[in-house]
């Protein structure tokens, strides 16, 4: 077993025992990802010498017994959208390809306060718009169980760190399944929390009323511990919560039995592949015989989640991506510019790839005079449906339990040339995000030989019931627990 | 509402978002747009007559704080970043133009 195979627990049992040092842990782990990140390339940057430092200071805080958290001293890979101060953040775009930020998200530095190693920043799909990491603007990830796969998006890059072993937890940013279904793809325990849960301060808009930063990691106790590191109120992030945060694995044996899950019959409709559909009917016995009351439910506007989703992420984006104007910060094209707006049109040409392109345009449509209200207006009164669907399933049932994704991990370039049929392999995931609701991905089987995920879904704020039957079922299977062969 | 996206539509967003557009791109994406938009069309089929639209999911309301100043980053640190800049400011050509 190597190092890098271990849960965060595990890890920390070494640590704090000092059976390794954090610096050795770190050592390991930079060395594998130099070994075999060039195969699978899930990270656009390796920190090598900011982690090293890191190592040390956590090994100092443990020798100490000072301030030593659950991850201190735990090497991690973040998302490259998420702001660190010094390391480059590119959004795997062109137009931030040298941007460098002079403050740290939020997030970034409850890690660096806990203690955690920072590894390096994972590619993504550009600016979070895709599904498969193939709208990189550097290169494609290759998903680890097999490296004719795309690990699935936006979050692919951290999926397949994390799925490669190459650290001991990762960040990614959810905006519409962009954590689940690459989790799913990759098999490893990945969070989609609560809107409002984690501190958005710091993180590159994608679509400001739907993203959420969520760990992946090994299993649901690792998950639990990550996001109750990150999560929690802040002041410069009006949409959080003041609530506080739950001690999630406190409570995370107390049993399941007895309790109900909806299992969404819109979910499970023809097209999804066979593999897929037989091991999400394999977990949902496995709940049964937990002691768990299955109960069929119907989310009757799943079919309009797609359309909601994309056309609001299209009017947001194309707001927030102004931004990246080419005279403030990233690149900026201004050759024989005669005025700013040349600047702006050269710079945002060459700075953006197709699909960043096709989202902005298509927003700056939905938004304009003559098409606001057939459009994005229609969507945001859609979009309020699709939450009284969750409101009213979830005051019968406890949770919800579905596919991520109606297929497993999908061939490098099979999509590329059709845009509406990328989007479509979002079907699951998108419906939580403008709903707001939190959503648990978990490793439920194979198909062909590639994983398969399942996801749970949960009421507003309840991450601990996510937490808890998640966990149930990672006790009774072992799925969670299978690598790849690398 | 099948309207065809053609390329004088798509020009006239490309402007609107402030993005360069060369002719052939503007003949791919008209394609792509009529497809995609004619897909979101099954919004129609949903009656919204009595639904207010979602505008915020947290029911959080007027968040305040108190009107303090802090200490921010310094110009100099912000200036990194820039492009151009010229004695403590960001330096771009003409504003004000035709348009």
Same mark, same amino acid.
């Given at each position: 077993? %190597?190092?890098?195979?271990?849960?965060?627990?595990?890890?920390?049992?070494?640590?704090?025992?000092?059976?390794?040092?954090?610096?050795?842990?770190?050592?390991?782990?930079?060395?594998?990802?130099?070994?075999?990140?060039?195969?699978?390339?899930?990270?656009?940057?390796?920190?090598? *010498?900011?982690?090293?430092?890191?190592?040390?200071?956590?090994?100092?805080?443990?020798?100490?017994?000072?301030?030593?958290?659950?991850?201190?001293?735990?090497?991690?890979?973040?998302?490259?959208?998420?702001?660190?101060?010094?390391?480059? $953040?590119?959004?795997?775009?062109?137009?931030?390809?040298?941007?460098?930020?002079?403050?740290?998200?939020?997030?970034?530095?409850?890690?660096?306060?806990?203690?955690?190693?920072?590894?390096?920043?994972?590619?993504?799909?550009?600016?979070?718009?895709?599904?498969?990491?193939?709208?990189?603007?550097?290169?494609?990830?290759?998903?680890?169980?097999?490296?004719?796969?795309?690990?699935?998006?936006?979050?692919?890059?951290?999926?397949?760190?994390?799925?490669?072993?190459?650290?001991?937890?990762?960040?990614?940013? *959810?905006?519409?399944?962009?954590?689940?279904?690459?989790?799913?793809?990759?098999?490893?325990?990945?969070?989609?929390?609560?809107?409002?849960?984690?501190? %958005?301060?710091?993180?590159?808009?994608?679509?400001?009323?739907?993203?959420?930063?969520?760990?992946?990691?090994?299993?649901?106790?690792?998950?639990?511990?990550?996001?109750?590191?990150?999560?929690?109120?802040?002041?410069?992030?009006?949409?959080?919560?003041?609530?506080?945060?739950?001690?999630?694995?406190?409570?995370?044996?107390?049993?399941?039995?007895?309790?109900?899950?909806?299992?969404?019959?819109?979910?499970?409709?023809?097209?999804?592949?066979?593999?897929?559909?037989?091991?999400?009917?394999?977990?949902?016995?496995?709940?049964?015989?937990?002691?768990? $009351?299955? %109960?069929?439910?119907?989310?009757?506007?799943?079919?309009?989640?797609?359309?909601?989703?994309?056309?609001?992420?299209?009017?947001?984006?194309?707001?927030?991506?102004? %931004?990246?104007?080419?005279?403030?910060?990233?690149?900026?094209?201004?050759?024989?510019?005669?005025?700013?707006?040349?600047?702006?049109?050269?710079?945002?040409?060459?700075?953006?790839?197709?699909?960043?392109?096709?989202?902005?345009?298509?927003?700056?449509?939905?938004?304009?005079?003559?098409?606001?209200?057939?459009?994005?207006?229609?969507?945001?009164?859609?979009? $309020?449906?699709?939450?009284? *669907?969750?409101?009213?399933?979830?005051?019968?049932?406890?949770?919800?339990?579905?596919?991520?994704?109606?297929?497993?991990?999908?061939?490098?370039?099979?999509?590329?040339?059709?845009?509406?049929?990328?989007?479509?392999?979002?079907?699951?995931?998108?419906?939580?995000?403008?709903?707001?609701?939190?959503?648990?991905?978990?490793?439920?089987?194979?198909?062909?030989?590639?994983?398969?995920?399942?996801?749970?879904?949960?009421?507003?704020?309840?991450?601990?019931?996510?937490?808890?039957?998640?966990?149930?079922?990672?006790?009774?299977?072992?799925?969670?627990?299978?690598?790849?062969?690398? | 509402?099948?309207?065809?996206?053609?390329?004088?539509?798509?020009?006239?967003?490309?402007?609107? /978002?402030?993005?360069?557009?060369?002719?052939?791109?503007?003949?791919?994406?008209?394609?792509?747009?009529?497809?995609?938009?004619?897909?979101?069309?099954?919004?129609?089929?949903?009656?919204?007559?009595?639904?207010?639209?979602?505008?915020?999911?947290?029911?959080?309301?007027? /968040?305040?704080?108190?009107?303090?100043?802090?200490?921010?980053?310094?110009?100099?640190?912000?200036?990194?970043?820039?492009?151009?800049?010229?004695?403590?400011? /960001?330096?771009?050509?003409?504003?004000?133009?035709?348009?």
């Amino acid at each position: 077993m %190597r190092l890098t195979d271990l849960t965060i627990r595990e890890t920390h049992e070494l640590l704090i025992t000092k059976k390794i040092s954090s610096v050795e842990l770190t050592q390991a782990t930079l060395q594998r990802a130099h070994e075999i990140d060039p195969q699978i390339k899930s990270y656009v940057t390796i920190t090598d *010498d900011l982690a090293l430092e890191q190592a040390r200071q956590a090994d100092e805080r443990i020798a100490k017994g000072e301030n030593v958290t659950p991850l201190t001293g735990i090497p991690f890979a973040m998302k490259d959208c998420i702001s660190t101060r010094g390391v480059r $953040t590119t959004c795997s775009s062109k137009i931030l390809e040298e941007y460098i930020p002079q403050y740290n998200a939020t997030v970034t530095n409850k890690l660096a306060d806990a203690g955690a190693v920072l590894i390096g920043k994972t590619n993504m799909d550009e600016f979070g718009m895709g599904s498969s990491c193939e709208n990189s603007a550097f290169f494609n990830t290759h998903n680890p169980w097999d490296l004719d796969h795309v690990p699935g998006g936006s979050s692919g890059g951290s999926a397949a760190a994390m799925s490669a072993s190459l650290c001991s937890f990762s960040l990614g940013e *959810d905006t519409g399944g962009s954590v689940r279904m690459p989790a799913g793809f990759c098999n490893v325990t990945g969070i989609k929390p609560t809107y409002g849960r984690v501190s %958005r301060y710091g993180l590159i808009s994608l679509v400001s009323s739907f993203d959420c930063i969520g760990p992946m990691t090994r299993d649901v106790y690792d998950c639990a511990t990550v996001l109750e590191t990150i999560a929690g109120h802040d002041e410069h992030d009006s949409t959080t919560f003041n609530s506080p945060v739950p001690q999630y694995n406190q409570n995370l044996n107390k049993s399941i039995k007895g309790m109900t899950i909806g299992i969404p019959k819109e979910y499970f409709v023809s097209g999804m592949e066979a593999g897929v559909e037989s091991s999400i009917q394999e977990a949902i016995r496995t709940y049964e015989k937990l002691g768990m $009351t299955v %109960r069929e439910i119907s989310l009757p506007n799943t079919k309009y989640a797609l359309p909601v989703y994309y056309l609001l992420l299209f009017a947001e984006a194309s707001s927030n991506l102004a %931004r990246m104007d080419g005279t403030r910060f990233g690149l900026s094209v201004s050759e024989n510019a005669k005025d700013v707006i040349d600047i702006y049109l050269q710079t945002r040409h060459e700075g953006f790839g197709d699909e960043v392109k096709r989202r902005i345009m298509l927003g700056a449509y939905a938004l304009s005079a003559g098409y606001y209200d057939a459009y994005y207006l229609k969507a945001q009164k859609v979009r $309020t449906l699709l939450r009284r *669907d969750f409101e009213l399933a979830l005051s019968s049932v406890d949770i919800l339990l579905a596919p991520t994704c109606p297929t497993t991990a999908f061939k490098l370039g099979e999509k590329t040339n059709d845009p509406l049929e990328m989007y479509l392999s979002d079907i699951y995931v998108v419906a939580t995000n403008p709903a707001g609701v939190p959503a648990l991905a978990l490793p439920c089987g194979f198909s062909n030989s590639m994983p398969v995920g399942m996801q749970l879904i949960g009421k507003h704020l309840d991450e601990q019931t996510l937490f808890q039957v998640g966990h149930a079922y990672q006790q009774e299977t072992d799925w969670h627990k299978q690598l790849p062969n690398l | 509402m099948t309207q065809k996206i053609d390329t004088d539509m798509v020009k006239h967003v490309a402007r609107l /978002v402030r993005l360069g557009i060369s002719e052939e791109e503007a003949q791919k994406f008209s394609g792509q747009f009529s497809s995609i938009i004619g897909y979101f069309n099954m919004l129609n089929e949903v009656n919204t007559e009595m639904v207010p639209p979602a505008s915020d999911i947290t029911n959080n309301t007027n /968040v305040l704080r108190e009107d303090v100043a802090k200490p921010s980053m310094s110009r100099e640190e912000f200036l990194k970043n820039a492009p151009q800049s010229e004695r403590g400011y /960001v330096k771009v050509p003409t504003v004000l133009s035709d348009e």
